[in-house]
């Protein structure tokens, strides 16, 4: 079954700081993909940044990047110089493929609320 | 303009009056997918589908069905919605080969 674990209910960071949310996750497929969405309070979902599990490089989305590495089965999301309209709940997700028993399911952390602070 | 559009965004129903939720997609994805978001447990995928008449249970399919006549549709259907199933309910879709789900605005349905 896949997993996936956000520890993080919170953070709070300053304006232009950086801030690294947290997310690992547990699947026995041969191959899947790691998302994160970002939703603000007004409550629609956006896709920031994809890495899929056979990418040799970590992805990179403008201020966003995300740090994989793969042996600790860890997906973290860094954002660089944060920006006041950074603040809003974050989720990892993991579809999973053929193969592993989870047949492109998608599953969802529980997410992070990130506050951005003046 | 690529969306995933859903319909109503707003329902509040009685317990036991079947109900459908639309959703539909005019990127010609082919996995389409509801999920089910409650405050502290995040997104749970309910029901996906990765083609035209090929289905499959997410993690929470209980007390929902779906169906997948064409591509561009895939209703969420509640024979007989009970209290417990009142949320915010999200459709998306995708081209699985590729990264980004597009997410609908969302449907907050609320079951008295």
């Known amino acids: 079954a896949q997993k996936i674990t956000q520890t993080q209910p919170g953070m709070f960071v300053q304006e232009k700081e950086a801030v690294t949310l947290d997310c690992t996750y547990d699947?026995?497929?041969?191959?899947?993909?790691l998302f994160w969405y970002k939703q603000p309070s007004s409550g629609e979902m956006i896709f920031l940044i994809y890495?899929?599990?056979?990418?040799?490089q970590n992805a990179t989305e403008g201020r966003y990047s995300l740090n994989f590495q793969k042996a600790r089965k860890s997906a973290n999301l860094v954002i660089s110089a944060s920006q006041l309209g950074d603040s809003a709940m974050y989720f990892c997700a993991m579809r999973g493929s053929r193969g592993g028993g989870s047949n492109y399911k998608l599953t969802f952390g529980k997410g992070t609320l990130l506050t951005v602070n003046p | 303009e690529a969306q995933v559009t859903q319909n109503p965004r707003y329902l509040i129903t009685v317990t036991g009056k079947k109900l459908t939720v639309t959703c539909s997609q005019n990127?010609?994805?082919?996995?389409m997918s509801w999920y089910r978001q409650d405050p502290g447990l995040g997104l749970r995928q309910i029901y996906y589908?990765?083609?035209?008449?090929?289905?499959d249970k997410g993690d929470v399919p209980e007390g929902y069905k779906v169906s997948r006549k064409e591509k561009r549709n895939f209703p969420l259907i509640l024979e007989s919605p009970s209290p417990n199933q009142t949320s915010l309910y999200f459709c998306?879709?995708?081209?699985?080969?590729?990264?980004?789900?597009?997410f609908g605005p969302g449907t907050r349905l609320t079951v008295l």
């Open positions: 998306a879709s995708s081209d699985y080969l590729a990264g980004e789900q597009f």
């Open positions: 890495q899929g599990s056979y990418d040799q």
């Open positions: 699947t026995s497929d041969p191959s899947y993909g």
């Open positions: 589908s990765m083609n035209v008449e090929v289905t």
């Open positions: 990127m010609n994805h082919e996995y």
